[in-house]
Every structure is written in C-alpha cells, then in structure tokens.
C-alpha cells in the first residue's frame, strides 16, 4: 500500500510539473488575486489533468497513435499561444491578464495535460488495474492543485517585485516549454 501511494505520488509530480510552470508565468499576469480565485484556477486544472489522465487510461489502446502524433504539436500550438500573448502583453501599457478568462483557464490547463493522457495510455496498454489508477488519480489531482495555487501565488509576488519583466520572462518561458514539447 505504502509502495503504491508513494508511486502515485512520484507520477503525480512528474506529470504536473509542467502545470507548475505554467502557473509561476501566468501568475505574473493575473494581478491582485486571492487564494479563493488562485483555488479556483487550481480546481480547474486539476480537474482537466485528472479527466486527461482518465480519459487516457479508459481508451488506452484506442487512440495511442494518434495522440503520439498529435501530442507534440498541439502542446506547442497552446503553450506558444499563451506564451506569445504573454509576451506582447508585457510590452502594452494596458496589460491583458491572461488567466482572468474561463477560456484562458482552460487553454492553460489543457496544453499543461496533453501528457496525462499519454501517461495514462501506457498505463492501460501496462494492464494496469483500477485501484493502483484511482491512488494515481487522486494524486495527480491533489499534487495539480497544490502546485498551481502555489504557482500562482509565487507567480504574483514575483509579478509585484519585477512587473512586465515579469510577464515578459514568463511568456519566454513558456514558448521555451513549448519548443522543447515539440522538439
């Protein structure tokens, strides 16, 4: 039991570290927020990887290669997206917030969880049963929110301290995760 939950864990944090990231960029763009909205962001996040990672592991072999084909370019298409709003935002005076929208939310947290589902491809083409899945699934929603509220808030100080730099490096970052997706 220990073994299992502390695998879940590891894969948990492995699959959500690009949620991490993403969550430290946009944090420089969403201006004061609470923890309640920081939550909610989380929330959906963590929802959207948990769903991929599902998805992922209940049609496993059906469509494997074609989210090996596809995964790379359309990750890079989000990422460098948000990326690329994020850094022309950072040279406005009026700067947009890029996680104020429902639909921004969602294109963050989609590019962020194209890997869960690969991750849960291998995992049901491994045979892979539904208990160890459903310890898998509660980490990876756990270990998501966790780390995007704590992205976020990080993500803001670092917004109060070195404003459109801030964002500007975020973006770059972004579109840097993104290359490496795709490369």
Known sequence: MLGTLLGAFVLAFGVCADCFAVSICSGTTVGNISFRKASAVALSFAFVQTSFFLLGWALGG?????????????????LGYVGGSMVIDSFREERVRSLSGIWNVLLAAVSTSIDAIGV??????????????????????????????????FGRKLEDRFGARAELFGGIVLLILGLDILF
């Open 62 to 78: 059906l469509f494997v290669g074609y989210v090996e084909k596809a995964a790379h370019l359309i990750g890079f298409l989000l």
């Open 120 to 153: 849960g491809v291998s995992l049901s083409m491994d045979s892979v049963p539904f208990m160890p899945i459903a310890y898998d699934s509660a980490a990876i929603f756990m270990v998501t929110f966790l780390s995007v509220v704590t992205g976020i808030l």
